[in-house]
């Protein structure tokens, strides 16, 4: 008898274990779900310590080899690399591919997924031909696993596509981003947002090749839908308002090109925080108007800006910190002071070298 009340005593307890542990995963995935609301909204700042108490309930509760816990590490990943910590975004996708390897296999699309984000931080890291080579095997995963037609597949042609951009391979970058753009028209609709990214992406490259009134077409036409789906005071927003002041900068409108570009600025300060690249990226195209309109030490206060958080970020060894140089470099050859032009041109000529070993 006293065996017998025993283990149905050990039964209870185990009973209550098991429904304490049930208890705190589902509180860790309602943190999860909070933290991506947060992330999707754009504020990842906000969204960063949700992810951060989710991963820590379901590493002590259940372990890291569950589906559970890849779902947030990946989460808290992707915040990490929004927030331009890229470092730490690496080493989290690296270890997510790992477990997703052990727990499904290289052939299940989530181990695509990892690929995909990994391929992504690479190229925020200036290695881009180690980002195609990551985005092209997460294309073929998911061209095996949903036909070629699925928006998985757009989004790695669409990331495809922007590191060549990245390359100045311009025409393979428009071949990957309208293959894009076609499977994205047929799947989600013209209205959704990741259409209008990829409309903005070609935007960016008809502004490389020239053909400035087609890209103000396409970035306005992104705008409109962006501002329909994830409101005026996201990133991508921002992005697009970039676009569209370069445009008008290169077609000779320096006041609204002024105005997209500040518009910009505000958005990823409030977003992103000043330390964000996105943020330096921003001052740069507002020295850039600045330098076109003859204001030198206005673009000169706005690039040095650039460069000193582009450092912070990357080092002095990545082609954003070299575009910051050679834009420091354009204004004091307007200013004719040709001796720190050529101090410049040269500080980035070399940093491009240092790249392309």
């Not at 208890?23 to 999860?32: E, F, Q, V």
């Not at 080579?133 to 699925?150: H, P, Q, V």
């Not at 076609?182 to 209205?191: A, D, H, N, P, Y």
């Not at 040095?304 to 050679?326: C, F, Q, R, V, W």
Request: with cysteine; charged share 20%.
């Amino acid at each position: 008898m006293k065996r017998l009340f025993l283990l149905f005593f050990l039964a209870l307890l185990c009973n209550v274990a098991f429904s304490q542990i049930a208890d705190s995963l589902k509180y860790a995935d309602s943190i999860s779900n909070v933290g991506l609301s947060l992330f999707k909204l754009g504020d990842y700042n906000s969204a960063l310590p949700y992810f951060e108490e989710a991963i820590l309930i379901q590493k002590e509760k259940s372990g890291e080899n569950n589906i559970d816990y890849t779902k947030t590490l990946n989460r808290l990943a992707c915040t990490y690399e929004s927030l331009g910590d890229y470092n730490k975004a690496l080493d989290l996708f690296l270890r997510l591919m790992a477990i997703r390897k052990n727990l499904l296999g290289e052939n299940d699309p989530k181990y695509a997924q990892s690929l995909n984000n990994i391929g992504v931080v690479y190229r925020a890291m200036g290695k881009f031909a180690k980002s195609i080579e990551y985005f092209l095997k997460t294309y073929n995963l998911y061209r095996e696993s949903f036909g070629e037609s699925d928006p998985k597949c757009a989004l790695a042609l669409d990331n495809i596509g922007r590191s060549y951009n990245y390359m100045t391979d311009y025409q393979k970058a428009l071949h990957y981003y309208e293959r894009a753009l076609e499977i994205r028209e047929k799947t989600l609709g013209v209205q959704h947002p990741d259409y209008a990214i990829t409309l903005n992406n070609i935007a960016g490259i008809y502004n490389n090749i020239g053909y400035y009134t087609k890209s103000l077409e396409y970035s306005l036409q992104a705008l409109e839908i962006q501002k329909n789906t994830i409101g005026d005071e996201h990133p991508d927003y921002a992005g697009t308002l970039s676009n569209i002041c370069y445009a008008y900068l290169f077609l000779g409108d320096n006041q609204n090109a002024l105005k997209y570009s500040l518009l910009a600025l505000d958005i990823y300060k409030k977003t992103l925080g000043e330390g964000h690249i996105y943020y330096a990226n921003s001052l740069l195209g507002i020295g850039d108007v600045y330098l076109n309109m003859y204001d030198y030490q206005t673009a000169l206060k706005y690039n040095m800006k650039a460069m000193e958080i582009i450092k912070g970020n990357y080092g002095e060894e990545h082609p954003d910190y070299a575009t910051s140089l050679n834009s420091i470099g354009k204004v004091y050859s307007g200013m004719g002071d040709h001796k720190n032009a050529l101090k410049y041109y040269t500080e980035a000529l070399e940093t491009r070298k240092n790249v392309l070993k």
